[in-house]
Nanobody
Framework: QVQLVESGGGSVQAGGSLRLSCAAN????????LGWFRQAPGKEREGVGS????????TYPDSVKGRFTISRDRNKNNVYLQMNSLKPEDTAMYYC????????????WGRGTQVTVSS
């Protein structure tokens, strides 16, 4: 069973940057997608991007496009979420999750890492 562990969260001022990491305990094959999500207190969970492992194709919602970048280190089984120009509304718990065949439910989730952006 693959396990995911997020790290890299913290507190930063508006306009700052953070890089989150999602570490898998084993190699993840090409037929998976990994998504990054966030959830703020009292709000629904929101996807902030995903990467498809076959060609490392990434997608982002408009809310973070141009500010967030997902990348992958195949040798370390790590996926990164680089977050620039952070805003207070980016404050949330951030999670990574795996989706087999890049469709259907995200079946495997990490425990999350907290990001707090102050104005």
């Amino acid at each position: 069973q693959v396990q995911l562990v997020e790290s890299g969260g913290g507190s930063v001022q508006a306009g700052g940057s953070l890089r989150l990491s999602c570490a898998a305990n084993r190699y993840i094959y090409f037929d998976y997608c990994l998504g990054w999500f966030r959830q703020a207190p009292g709000k629904e969970r929101e996807g902030v991007g995903s990467i498809e492992f076959g060609f490392d194709t990434t997608t982002y919602p408009d809310s973070v496009k141009g500010r967030f970048t997902i990348s992958r280190d195949r040798n370390k089984n790590n996926v990164y979420l680089q977050m620039n120009s952070l805003k207070p509304e980016d404050t949330a718990m951030y999670y990574c999750a795996l989706q087999r065949y890049c469709r259907g439910d995200y079946a495997i989730w990490g425990r999350g890492t907290q990001v707090t952006v102050s104005s």
